[in-house]
Each structure stands twice: as C-alpha cells, then as structure tokens.
C-alpha cells in the first residue's frame, strides 16, 4: 500500500443551506460505502489501517472516520456500515455529548442531538473505534498552552473512564494543528491523529496529521472511488496547506479580539 486514502464524514442525514455538505444521507452513504467495498477496497477505522500499514500489508485500504459523534451515526450510520462490513473511527467531542453542536451556531439544530454518553457506549460495543475529538470543539493551534492541554488530556481521560477502552487516535476540530498541537496530542496518549488535508496519507508522513478526503452527499460512489483513487495532492489541497500559518495568525488575532473565525 503505497498510500491510504482516509474519508472524513460527519453527520449521516439530510442538511440545507450553507453547511449542507457535512451531511451525507443514509442512502448515499450506503452508495459509497458499498461503491468501494466493490472496488475492492477494504474499509476499517484509522487507527487499524494505520497498523495495517506499519505492518507492511499492501492491501488496498480506506479509513472510514467519523466527526463530532451526532446521534444520527447510531441509527444510521452503524448499520450502513454493517451492511457494507465496513469498519470506522467516530471522534466524539467529549464536552458536546447529550446535547448539540454548539460550534455550529445558528445550524446546531440542523444536525439533531449528540450522542449521549450511554449511546456512545452503544456505538463502541458495536466494534467502532472511538477517537478524541476534543473537549469543546475549540481550533487547538490558537489556545494558550494551558487551554491546550484542557482540551486534549481532560476529553482523553474522560473517554477512557466513561468507555473503559484505550482511546488511540484524535481529530483536531476544524481541522486546524500547530507543532505544539501535534506535540501535546501525542504526549497526552494519542498514537495518532488526522485533519483534513484533501489528499491520500503515504506511510512515510508522520501519523500525527493524517490527512482525509471529505465525501459530501453530491458524491456519488463512482465518484468517491476515483476521489480515493488519487495518488497525490491536488493543487487546491497543496495551496491551502500553504497558506494555514498565515490564516492561523488572522484568527489568532481575532480570537484576542473577542471573535471566533473557523
């Protein structure tokens, strides 16, 4: 295996207006999945195709990963993945849980309920890997190094308690990760992480910033065989790379201002 594509879905439902792409329905998320599976891909969760890969396993692999932890991946999600044998990592935002997605402002609602903790349970006895997705869905590479490691080692220890189950992998809300954000991920316990990046991860990178493709509900599953099928970096995906340093001192600035920009 010479790269590993890895897909960052988030809510499994039907969602309007501006954010509409982080919902993929139930039926085009059965589509997909098995779109792949036909292609021949096998499908897992990040850290077990991780593992695959450090152990030298050539097959072509997928992760399947899952951000935010909406309840809607309980009903819906799980038995997609059923259906398709398909394995996935769910990052749960540990503060969120029984109540809403409160990063999403005004759109909240749109989503539905997280997943309560007891839920939550559910999806893990169900043989899903369940990641770190922070404690309050902050963008960690613009907090104070004490606010940082709240955020990561308060969630980590909440989910190992509550689930009694190692938690391995992290995703960093909104994708967004410094030096010092990988560095205190991997010191908390974590041994690996993912962002979003728009291109395939290749088993030399460090595994602290796993880059992932986001399937949106316009995907259709030959689409999203030939998305996961790239080899490298689209141009697109290379320039906003790029440019993250800078962007990260605008909303480092705003943040001191008393604004939020995501």
Wanted: hydrophobic share 40%; charged share 20%.
């Amino acid at each position: 295996m010479t790269t590993l594509p890895a897909l960052m879905y988030h809510s499994v439902s039907t969602v309007g207006g501006p954010l509409r792409d982080l919902a993929v329905p139930p039926h085009r998320l059965t589509e997909q999945l098995n779109a792949l599976s036909d292609a021949g891909y096998r499908l897992v969760g990040l850290t077990e195709a991780l593992d695959l890969a450090a152990a030298g396993d050539t097959a072509r692999t997928v992760a399947v990963t899952f951000d935010d932890g909406y309840r809607d991946f309980l009903t819906e999600g799980v038995p997609a993945l059923q259906k398709a044998g398909a394995g996935a990592t769910l990052y749960a935002s540990v503060g969120h849980l029984g109540g809403h997605a409160g990063w999403l402002g005004r759109y909240a609602p749109d989503f539905g309920p997280m997943l309560t903790w007891a839920e939550l349970d559910e999806v893990a006895a169900a043989g899903i890997e369940i990641g770190n997705h922070s404690l309050i869905h902050h963008p960690l590479d613009v907090l104070s190094p004490a606010q940082l490691r709240d955020e990561v080692v308060s969630s980590r220890d909440q989910l190992e308690q509550r689930l009694q189950r190692r938690v391995r992998s992290f995703a960093y809300p909104h994708g967004y990760n410094s030096a010092l954000v990988r560095r205190v991920v991997e010191r908390s316990g974590h041994d690996n992480a993912t962002e979003v990046g728009r291109r395939p991860h290749t088993p030399s990178e460090r595994r602290f910033a796993v880059p992932r493709f986001q399937p949106t509900p316009d995907h259709t599953g030959a689409d999203l065989v030939a998305l996961v099928s790239q080899s490298a970096a689209t141009p697109a995906a290379r320039l906003r790379q790029c440019a993250q340093p800078g962007w990260r001192m605008v909303r480092r600035l705003a943040r001191k201002a008393g604004r939020e920009l995501t």
